[in-house]
């Protein structure tokens, strides 16, 4: 569902860039808001959340739409770990809803999904492991990257059982926000790729705001 | 396939690991009615790489999964591929039972101390102590299987258990692509309706296959499929 937020950009505590193909790392505590813009529209966030206090405890995309019995992400659902806890509350959403299945793409997989000569190609999961592996302070190993969230983008499932990438129903400036339950660590990827409509063949930046 | 070399039963609730060569089959079949199998995979050369249901799901295009799909790890490679299924959909986005499932539920926790090995266990559980066996734990879980069952979506997205999808003696095989351990337990789908904690096992048949070809229904499937015996074949160069 399509909320907006009352939050206004000159209160934010924190505002960073994303330059398409780049990556940000960050904590934010309980009760503070965060929110991923798609600045120029079309862009994929593929975003994982850790429990900042013990990053075993970590997003779960089942444990999300199961418990919420929907497979969409939008207002009002609320993250949760593989603990099954919550982690964090969409608290508004310009967009209309964000994709949790479809998980990220990786040098790996992209030579399955496109050509065995594309593993070259930036991935997100290629800019999730040059940031954890700049970032040892924050506990997160390889072992602790799973299902992730793609916000932005837009999977869509059939009765039928067939799952596909569609266009995005993102656009210029559209955002989701989060309010988080307990302290998470973020780290988000600003989807290079260059093979799907998912980044509009053409990345572009996001930004990050934290509120308190 | 050739004659099961190996059969045994898994009562409801219970659970079990084994490492499974490359060319091994696994058969499962129902020994009752809508019973649940959830089952992760990781490769016994490197821990770190493990089943993949996101890759899996959207190489293939497909939100079910049944015959002429392949199992995916996170590096791009075949852990299994589904041979023979009488089922047509098994779920990949139902996740794990947990205690909190059992409360809301009203299914009642019985311990070994009153029930002995009656007693009630938790998929989420089930896997952590078949995963600690290996040194593995929380950190290396992930969406796993929950083959016989199936979960649908409807246009919206909205999911919902489809009670009666499996019958008893509905079966599906596993061929096994490259060196896989599994994980497996028969506790219920955490979406399960069953009034009662439901025991319900399977027969487990394990076996050999031929090594599969560009004929192959796994292989034909889908172009994606076909890169992804590629990356299997890579990963083998050099082997017998």
Redesign the interface.
Known sequence: MTIASPQREENAVFRQFIDAGDHYIGTVKAGQTIRIVDVEGNEAADTLFFNAND???RY????T??EQ????LTTGTELRS???NVMLTISADTCG?HDT????C?S??????Y??EKRHMHSC?DNWMLAIANHPEYGI????I???INFFMN?P???N?????DDGISGPGKYVEMIAEMDVVVLISNCPQLNNPCSGFNPTPLEVLIWD | MSEPAYQTHLPGGQHWSLRLRRGSTMTLTASAPDTNVGMLMYNPENLLERLNLPDTLKCQHTFKLTRGNCLYSDMGRIFASIIEDGLGWHDAVGGNLHARHMIDKGWQPVSFQAALNDRTQTGHDSFLIELAKYGLGKRDLAANLNLFSKIAADDEGNLSFVPGHCKTGDSVTLRFEMDTLVALHTCPHPLDPAREYPKRGVDIALGTAPTPDENDVCWQHCEENARGFANNRLYHLGAA
């Open positions: 990053p075993s405890e779960s995309a089942v444990d739409v199961r019995g929907k497979v969409y593989n603990l099954n809803r299945l479809g998980g990220a990786a790996e997989s992209n030579t399955v999904r050509d065995l999961r190993t390889k072992r602790d799973a299902h992730n999977v499932v059939t009765a059982g067939e799952l596909y990438f």
